[in-house]
């Protein structure tokens, strides 16, 4: 299941919910990222190094939802419950956090 980034907000509130934003580092530091977002980039996004709970929601962003969408299917092949998050934060109007 997709969400769009307007609706990211819902999730955020959620405490199953996780997001995890797969854009480079230069690219958190230039445009920020969403409020509690996990920072693990697609370069060496890897699920035997991550200690990640089956049983959460994973909501995976990047600038416009290419990379979150690869991504999300890699962690569904692996049993994950992962959602990409449409648009990204090239759509995303909300709070940002700044490394």
Not at 2 to 18: A, F, G, M, R
Not at 38 to 45: A, G, L, V
Not at 48 to 66: M, R
Request: one cysteine or more.
């Amino acid at each position: 299941m997709d969400i769009n980034i307007s609706d990211v907000n819902k999730v955020l509130e959620e405490d199953q919910n996780v997001v995890i934003d797969v854009r480079e580092t230069s690219e958190l530091e230039e445009t920020g990222y969403l409020p509690g977002a996990i920072h693990q980039p697609m370069s060496n996004f890897d699920l035997d190094e991550l200690a990640l709970d089956k049983d959460k929601d994973y909501y995976l962003v990047c600038k416009s939802g290419g990379r979150s969408k690869r991504v999300q299917e890699y962690m569904q092949e692996n049993g994950y419950k992962a959602h990409n998050v449409e648009g990204g934060m090239s759509q995303y109007e909300g709070q940002r956090e700044y490394l």
